[in-house]
T-cell receptor, first 113, second 114 residues
Framework: RKEVEQDPGPFNVPEGATVAFNCTYS??????FFWYRQDCRKEPKLLMS???SGNEDGRFTAQLNRASQYISLLIRDSKLSDSATYLC??????????????FGAGTQVVVTP | DGGITQSPKYLFRKEGQNVTLSCEQN?????MYWYRQDPGQGLRLIYY???????QKGDIAEGYSVSREKKESFPLTVTSAQKNPTAFYLC?????????????FGPGTRLLVL
């Protein structure tokens, strides 16, 4: 079983609509969670960290469910520029002080006019 | 501007050849990392370095080597022992100990085998 699993998509979303997707992780001791965005043939870029209480950054909302071991990302009022692959990233146990991250394979989102 | 640079953008390797990918950062980060990305897969860690003159193997180190002689630089050599080197190689850096520490990536190098 992969440590971080994501639905690869693609999620085809009309412009202006809302899209949400999840990511599950297997290590219950995972401490830090992030969403990265990766455009085609480019490097991943940090979109947002995910906090225990959930957090929002503009049109983006991230949630963490420790009991079920998943995180989610919701995008409201989708823009064409939101088309990208969204990577779920999990930092492992608290003893993993040097920052090793586990990456999901990504969820592709395609926003259509 | 602070950031991470990688060169070249594209690299072609012939059979039996060693090639070196460059990674430089001016973020003053202590830690640096090399990842490999293949289609449909998550990033996989090749090597990492927490401090100058020290580095550790990641999950897929076979066929690769690194050095960390300077804080700013972490070159990766893909040796002839790596039988399937075609991939997108990403270098990253981070500041361990920072609140919500995360990694920042360079633009990547695409390695193709001729």
């Amino acid at each position: 079983r992969k440590e971080v699993e994501q639905d690869p998509g693609p999620f085809n979303v009309p412009e202006g609509a809302t899209v949400a997707f999840n990511c599950t992780y297997s290590n219950s001791a995972s401490q830090s969670f992030f969403w990265y965005r990766q455009d085609c043939r480019k490097e991943p870029k940090l979109l947002m960290s995910v906090y225990s209480s959930g957090n929002e950054d503009g049109r983006f909302t991230a949630q963490l469910n420790r009991a079920s071991q998943y995180i989610s990302l919701l995008i409201r009022d989708s823009k064409l520029s939101d088309s990208a692959t969204y990577l779920c990233v999990v930092k492992n146990s608290p003893t993993d002080s040097w920052g090793k991250l586990q990456f999901g394979a990504g969820t592709q989102v395609v926003v259509t006019p | 501007d602070g950031g991470i640079t990688q060169s070249p953008k594209y690299l072609f390797r012939k059979e039996g050849q060693n090639v070196t990918l460059s990674c430089e950062q001016n973020l003053n980060h202590d830690a640096m990392y090399w990842y490999r990305q293949d289609p449909g897969q998550g990033l996989r860690l090749i090597y990492y370095s927490q401090i100058v003159n020290d580095f550790q193997k990641g999950d897929i180190a076979e066929g690769y080597s690194v050095s960390r002689e300077k804080k700013e630089s972490f070159p990766l050599t893909v040796t002839s022992a790596q039988k399937n080197p075609t991939a997108f190689y990403l270098c990253a850096s981070s500041n361990p100990g920072a609140t919500k520490e995360t990694q920042y990536f360079g633009p990547g190098t695409r390695l193709l085998v001729l």
